[in-house]
């Protein structure tokens, strides 16, 4: 008798069914999504309020830098107009300061006379002249005695001058003699002009005795 070889006594097992991963669900437009837990929403909040703490701090932070910076310019404009100001104002009154000296009349030797032998209305009452600084009165007989101002010297008539100079002194200088004739108005922006002859000194300082 024939055997079949179909049949289940060949010993043959049948070939075993391929093994099944996991399946993954995907969401459906109908799947609502899940809500987050109280501790969730707890650490959201907190996070957001560090982000705007930490914002609100760098605002501000920025907000001080730059009222220093713009206060430091200022300082730095003020201290620059400051110092223009106080320099320029120095510079006015260097210029404009107006200082007071007394002259007097000395002769060829230097030797204090009387002021009216400079004063211009006396020389001219006697025909005299003033060149180069001096002061020329002819004298009888012939000839000529000269005088001259000393500016800020100091002695009494008949004596040596002691100290001044007798180089004509700026134009912002008052000039007058110790009887009170003004011989050189000063003042800023005034060109003096002296009222009376010798006012342009000549060159040097008297060497006082």
Not at 5 to 25: F, I, K, L, V, Y
Not at 36 to 43: H, N, T, V, Y
Not at 105 to 134: I, L
Not at 141 to 167: I, K
């Amino acid at each position: 008798m024939t055997q079949d070889n179909n049949s289940g006594d060949s010993g043959e097992q049948p070939a075993p069914e391929p093994t099944q991963r996991g399946s993954m669900r995907f969401q459906d437009e109908t799947t609502k999504p899940r809500e987050p837990s109280l501790a969730e929403q707890r650490a959201r909040k907190q996070a957001i309020a560090q982000q705007e703490r930490e914002a609100a701090e760098a605002a501000e932070v920025a907000r001080i830098a730059g009222q220093k910076a713009a206060t430091k310019r200022k300082i730095l404009i003020g201290s620059g107009v400051t110092v223009g100001l106080a320099g320029l104002v120095a510079t006015f009154y260097t210029v404009a300061h107006t200082t007071n000296v007394t002259a007097v009349c000395t002769d060829k030797n230097d030797v204090v006379q009387d002021d009216k032998y400079c004063d211009e209305r006396y020389v001219t009452a006697n025909h005299g002249y003033h060149s180069g600084g001096f002061v020329f009165i002819p004298i009888p007989g012939g000839g000529y005695n000269s005088y001259r101002y000393n500016y800020g010297g100091t002695g009494a008539v008949g004596q040596h001058v002691s100290g001044g100079t007798f180089n004509q002194p700026s134009s912002r200088t008052n000039v007058s003699t110790k009887s009170g004739t003004s011989v050189q108005r000063g003042g800023f922006g005034i060109s003096g002009k002296s009222s009376g002859t010798g006012g342009t000194g000549g060159t040097g300082k008297s060497g006082g005795s």
